[in-house]
């Protein structure tokens, strides 16, 4: 069982930047792949960023290819998204997400966050 919990989110510029930070309960958290999804009003939830286990794999949705970054920090039990360049569509809820391998879709992934709002103004 893991449990997360994000943290970061909030009010930002157009072109602004913010770290979101996503901290897990539990000894197991070195062996799952991690990933960040968002959700905007009316939509699916899109994949933002995923890592492997060993942050040696990463995978980048198109859209924030360039300007997002996914780490991991296994001694801390945290993952990180740092946004960079961020535009009114990035606006969202991001949610982090745990699951046994790095994959794409939502439904491999075994345990969420409650999520963090990110709002970008133009």
């Known amino acids: 069982q893991v449990q997360l919990v994000e943290s970061g989110g909030g009010l930002v510029q157009a072109g602004g930047s913010l770290r979101l930070s996503c901290a897990a309960s539990?000894?197991?958290?070195?062996?799952?792949?991690m990933a960040w999804f968002r959700q905007a009003p009316g939509k699916e939830h899109e994949i933002v960023a995923a890592i492997s286990w060993s942050g040696g794999s990463t995978y980048y949705g198109d859209s924030v290819k360039g300007r997002f970054t996914i780490s991991r920090d296994n001694a801390k039990n945290t993952v990180y998204l740092r946004m960079n360049s961020l535009k009114p569509e990035d606006t969202a809820v991001y949610y982090c997400?745990?699951?046994?391998?790095?994959?794409?879709?939502?439904?491999?992934?075994?345990?969420w966050g409650q999520g963090t709002q990110v709002t970008v103004s133009s």
């Open positions: 997400a745990a699951g046994s391998d790095l994959a794409r879709t939502k439904s491999d992934y075994d345990y």
């Open positions: 539990g000894r197991t958290f070195r062996y799952y792949a």
